[in-house]
């Protein structure tokens, strides 16, 4: 297990959306520490806040959206900082977002610009953050497309986004996203969009540099194999909740959440499913703005039990060191 000092710890993050049908928490009381140089899974049905989760910390939540509650401590050079008291538009948070902390969306179009090409945002971030000149920016940007295995980077630097293949821009945007040597790489679907093999090259990519690099990673994943493959700790969330968070082996083995184990009998290849049939979680996700009473699982939970489930949110239980479940089973 890694024992490495704690580099962000999230507490209580509330992040809520404003519409006309009204207020939400699209992320709701949710609470995780990601340490140096670990890999931390979050995965969860579609719509759980997996990416307001991300898009939290780094503070680029909509404009609909607000950070109402919690914090979001980052540990660096000695210091701490909470990125929630932070002007979403000021210096500081700007200095944090590629240096300290980076993403990786899901959609390589996303990252980039279509008018300049590759190289010349890629060192635009590396002059952003890192005193250089632009031959040692040119020069640092080829080294790291050839570390995320970009073939010919030194032509391929003066590519447009437009004209590199799905898998080769998703490399671009990981080289782009890791020029700095972040401490934390956020990765939301990192592989979704590109077929496959690429994924699993870009995958083992990752693991590769964040081993080498030393760096944290964030997988925001539907897959539970991704995870699995790449990460040390999990967290399933379910409508907002963190509703179920492990070392990875101790998840796969010993689910707890009803929740967790309906998600792990829907992938045949892993845990406890392994030998059984695929049985999807029964019903769907409620609308957010009609959220079921006590804990919002009930209505789908093969363990409902009546008067207890449907009243009170069940507080979190750490089950064994670093076990850690929501739900009334447990109480
Ligand atoms: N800009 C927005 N305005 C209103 N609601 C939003 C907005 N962005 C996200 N949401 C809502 O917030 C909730 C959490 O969304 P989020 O994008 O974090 O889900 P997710 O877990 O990343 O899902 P997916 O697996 O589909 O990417 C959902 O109910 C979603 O509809
Ligand atoms: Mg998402």
Request: proline content about 6%; hydrophobic content about 40%.
């Amino acid at each position: 297990m890694n024992d490495n000092p704690v580099l962000l710890s999230v507490r209580n993050l509330t992040t809520q959306f404003f519409s006309q049908e009204g207020i939400f928490d699209a992320v709701d009381g949710v609470s995780f520490d990601i340490r140096r140089g670990e890999a931390l899974g979050i995965a969860g049905e579609s719509g759980c806040g997996k990416s307001v989760t991300a898009q939290s910390i780094l503070r680029i939540v909509p404009r609909n959206g607000k950070t109402v509650d919690g914090e979001i401590l980052l540990q660096e050079n000695g210091k701490t900082v909470d990125l929630v008291k932070l002007n979403e538009f000021g210096k500081e948070i700007r200095d944090i977002r590629g240096r300290a902390i980076s993403m990786v969306f899901q959609e390589p179009m996303a990252g980039f610009s279509m008018v300049y090409t590759i190289g010349n945002q890629i060192t635009e971030v590396i002059r952003l953050h890192q005193k250089c000149s632009a031959a040692e920016a040119r020069e640092r940007a080829i080294e790291i497309l050839r570390r995320v295995g970009m073939p010919k980077p030194e032509q391929t630097i003066d590519a447009y986004p437009f004209a590199l293949s799905g898998g080769m821009r998703q490399r671009a945007m990981i080289a782009m996203a890791l020029s700095c040597h972040p401490m934390l790489l956020i990765a939301d679907e990192p592989t979704t969009a590109v077929d496959v093999t690429i994924q699993a090259q870009i995958l083992s990519l990752m693991k590769a540099l964040q081993k080498e690099m030393g760096m944290a990673l964030m997988v925001i994943t539907h897959d539970l194999a991704v995870i699995s493959e790449l990460c040390d700790r999990v967290m399933i969330m379910y409508l907002g909740k963190d509703v179920e968070s492990a070392p990875a082996g101790e998840l796969f083995r010993n689910p707890k959440h009803p929740y967790t184990i309906g998600l792990l009998h829907s992938v045949p290849e892993l845990g406890e499913g392994r030998n059984q049939e695929i049985v999807p979680i029964s019903g769907s996700v409620p609308s957010p703005y009609r959220r079921p009473s006590g804990c919002t699982f009930h209505p789908r939970c093969p363990e409902f039990m009546p008067g207890v489930c449907d009243v009170a949110y069940p507080p979190q239980v750490e089950i064994s060191a670093g076990h850690k479940v929501r739900c009334h089973l447990y109480v």
